[in-house]
Each structure stands twice: as structure tokens, then as C-alpha cells.
């Protein structure tokens, strides 16, 4: 498995306003994964963030409204820019590990993220 | 057509029931297959890998069958901490993003 971690937690922000959520892994990682969990939705890909390369964002989502660092192999940065209540949701640092014949998926707690 | 589909539920079972999922997958050609359990207001994690061959783990067993491109989940003895969202999850073949299905919420009740 995968210990991640991330920060913060949770945050109440206003509109207009920019929040950065870190992921933290507890080992080197080639590619870590972002999500966005709506209330009552299931996961949906943001991006995905290799060290030393842009993002790989998925449809629907931009790199100027969801910038991502990747400095190190452990570490990444997902900043959702200029909020909008649409924006609340569960923001969830992702990445893979190799397990038995298969690459298995291992997530961080999640940042709860409510805009007013 | 969604990639991944799964039952809608939710499923309210008493105590001791056998309760099953089941998922659908639109791309013929994905390779992983897995269900994880979400608790509320936590993250998603891993319950087990689908082998094509099913595989059992205590209470839990899972299943695959390409020809329908479906994979289930049977939990027996349901015991009231299997309470949880169960989301099955598929990786196409090549590809290295995981695709989710919505989730099917299930309630064990005393």
C-alpha cells in the first residue's frame, strides 16, 4: 500500500479566492493522480502529474484554473484558482502502486473544500 | 453510455444477509480490474483485485466475465461495519488511469 497524506484537511474559502492542497508520498512515485469527489458523485480525474513534465489534464479541466507542481518524486501541489461555490467538493490526492499481476490505486484522506 | 455502471442502490440488508454487486464495462479491452470500499466521509480504499479466475478473501468474493464485460462482488455473513459505498474500478488495457463507477451504497441493519 501507500501512506499519503495531505493538507489541508479541510477549508472554508470565499469566492474568488485561490487554495493549494498538497500530497505528500511516503515513497518515490512516477506519476501521482488528482480527483475531485462531488457530494453524492463518484471520483472524477482532474489530472495527472508526472515530475519534470506538465500536467496531463482530462476533459473539462484546465491548467489555468486547476494548476499542479510536481517538483520531487513524493511530492505535488493541486491549486484550484478563483473559486466558485461549484468548485466545493472533496479533493483527492491519488497515486499507483504495483500489486499482485496489477498496478493498484491508493488515496490520500482528502481535503474538503467549501466555497461561499 | 457510462464506462464503468454499477447497480444504484442503495442496498438496506439485515445482518447475516449474502448481498451482491454488480458492474459494467463499456471498453472490452481493460485489463484491472478492482472494488474498493468508501466509508463516509473518507477515502476510497482498496478491498480487492478482480482476477479472471475470482478470487475469494474471507466473507468477500469477486468475479470477472469478460464475455459480458461485467465483475461482481458477493459479500456473505454481511456484517453491520460492511456499511459503506462499494465502487468498482477498471483500467483499460495500456492505459494507466483508473475509471470509477458511481458507487452503490450499502446499509446493514441490526
Known amino acids: 500500500s501507500a501512506v499519503i497524506s495531505q493538507k489541508p484537511s479541510r477549508d472554508i474559502c470565499q469566492r474568488g479566492t485561490s487554495l493549494t492542497i498538497q500530497c505528500q508520498v511516503d515513497?518515490?512515485?512516477?506519476?501521482m493522480f488528482w480527483y475531485r469527489q462531488q457530494p453524492g458523485q463518484s471520483l472524477t480525474l482532474i489530472a495527472t502529474?508526472?515530475?519534470?513534465?506538465?500536467?496531463?489534464?482530462e476533459s473539462g479541466f484546465v491548467i489555468d484554473k486547476f494548476p499542479i507542481s510536481r517538483p520531487n518524486l513524493t511530492f505535488s501541489t493541486l491549486t484550484v484558482s478563483n473559486m466558485s461555490p461549484e468548485d466545493s467538493s472533496i479533493y483527492l490526492c491519488s497515486v499507483t502502486r504495483p500489486g499482485q499481476g496489477a498496478w493498484e490505486q491508493y488515496f490520500g484522506p482528502g481535503t474538503r473544500l467549501t466555497v461561499t | 453510455r457510462k464506462e464503468v455502471e454499477q447497480d444504484p442502490g442503495p442496498f438496506n440488508v439485515p445482518e447475516g444477509a449474502t448481498v451482491a454487486f454488480n458492474c459494467t464495462y463499456s471498453n472490452s479491452a481493460s485489463q484491472s480490474f478492482f472494488w474498493y470500499r468508501q466509508d463516509c466521509r473518507k477515502e476510497p480504499k482498496l478491498l480487492m483485485s478482480?482476477?479472471?479466475s475470482g478470487n475469494e478473501d474471507g466473507r468477500f468474493t469477486a468475479q470477472l466475465n469478460r464475455a459480458s464485460q461485467y465483475i461482481s462482488l458477493l459479500i456473505r455473513d454481511s456484517k453491520l461495519s460492511d456499511s459503506a459505498t462499494y465502487l468498482c474500478?477498471?483500467?483499460?488495457?495500456?492505459?494507466?488511469?483508473?475509471?470509477f463507477g458511481a458507487g452503490t451504497r450499502l446499509f446493514v441493519k441490526a
Open positions: 474500478a477498471v483500467v483499460p488495457t495500456g492505459g494507466f488511469k483508473t475509471i
Open positions: 502529474a508526472n515530475q519534470g513534465s506538465e500536467a496531463t489534464y
Open positions: 478482480v482476477y479472471s
Open positions: 515513497s518515490q512515485v512516477t506519476m
